[in-house]
């Protein structure tokens, strides 16, 4: 229990903090919502994709396990398609919106909250399951639900239109320039080092921050959706990967990262993606919002 709460106390709660003020200066109206998303897109459109670069760069690669990331990919297709059928069939949500509110069931906001927290922890030398989710999530996780998306709206779209999507986003970009100096066996330049960890490490609170302010406007009437959503987050989706992990995976591996990983709150790019597609937000803004304060408890626990 001690351990628990001291785990609490530093360094969730401090990296929490961050998106806690983020949400009362926003509530006070010193930084508005649009100057939010401008600061939410600088973040994801720069800052984090020099984190990832760092974190591949440097990473171990080739000690990485794929079987544990072929659970956690498989937990991930299972619950999606659970919860894009519970919220377009029991909840009668429109199909857009369901194949959003299931990618926020398995989409962990690993990237600018588990993982400064994992830094933090472990230090950076130590988490490469973490970045390896990140990694999975950014391309196949993220361009599934872009090829859903696509399929809905338009009737119909070619595999390479959504890969060319994907290669285009920032993030991506960041990975698989960080994979090829790394495969390659290339050091980085001392000038290029110091900027990546300068400006890397700007990317988590920059955004946390944005993403309270954004937040602050949200409505809160939990309804049926919100809590089953907030459950498959919290609950299900760590739970499946955990018994994917201790039945199928070798003895040894790092369980406890991916855990972490799966056990995340709700990412804000569901957030964002209906933003950018103009699909119904409510349900999916309180999701987030929940599962960013219920997993306090969790991430202290099992990290």
């Known amino acids: 229990m001690q351990q628990i709460v001291s785990v609490l106390a530093d360094p969730i709660l401090p990296v929490f903090a ?28 720069l800052l984090l994709p020099i984190l990832v670069f760092d974190l591949v760069v440097s990473a171990p690669i080739r000690s990485v396990s794929p079987v544990p990331l072929m659970i956690y990919a498989a937990a991930e297709v299972i619950v999606f398609t659970l919860g894009y059928q519970l919220a377009g069939r029991a909840f009668q949500r429109p199909a857009d919106e369901a194949v959003l509110l299931g990618f926020a069931g398995i989409f962990a906001n690993n990237a600018l ?41 338009a009737g119909s779209v070619t595999p390479l239109v959504v890969a060319g999507t994907v290669l285009r986003t920032p ?16 050091e980085l330049p001392a000038p290029v080092q110091t900027f990546v960890d300068f400006n890397g490490g700007a990317a988590g609170p920059v955004a946390l921050l944005a993403l309270g302010v954004v ?7 939990p309804d049926a959706t919100v ?21 199928l995976a070798p003895a040894g591996e790092d369980y406890g990262q991916y855990l972490l990983a799966s056990a995340g709150p709700a990412g804000a790019m569901a957030f964002s993606m209906a933003l950018l597609h103009g699909v119904r937000t409510d349900a999916i803004s309180q999701v987030v919002v929940y599962t960013s304060v219920l997993t306090l408890g969790t991430l202290a626990l099992l990290a």
Not at 30 to 42: P, T
Not at 174 to 182: E, F, R, V, W
Not at 227 to 241: A, G, R, S
Request: some cysteine.
């Open 227 to 247: 809590w089953t959503f907030t459950l498959i987050k919290l609950v299900l989706f760590p739970v499946l990967v955990w018994l994917g992990l201790i039945g």
């Open 215 to 221: 937040m602050c406007s949200t409505r809160f009437r």
């Open 113 to 153: 909250y588990v993982l400064p927290i994992s830094v933090l922890l472990y230090g950076e030398a130590h988490v490469l399951p973490i970045a390896s989710v990140i990694a999975m999530d950014s391309i196949i996780a993220f361009g599934g639900a872009m090829l859903a998306l696509g399929l809905i709206r």
């Open 171 to 186: 993030i991506t970009q960041g990975i698989l320039l960080g994979l090829a100096i790394n495969l390659a066996g290339l």
């Open 18 to 45: 961050i998106m806690a003020l983020g949400f009362l200066v926003g509530r006070n109206g010193w930084v508005s919502g649009d100057e939010a998303r401008v600061l939410n897109r600088f973040a994801m459109t």
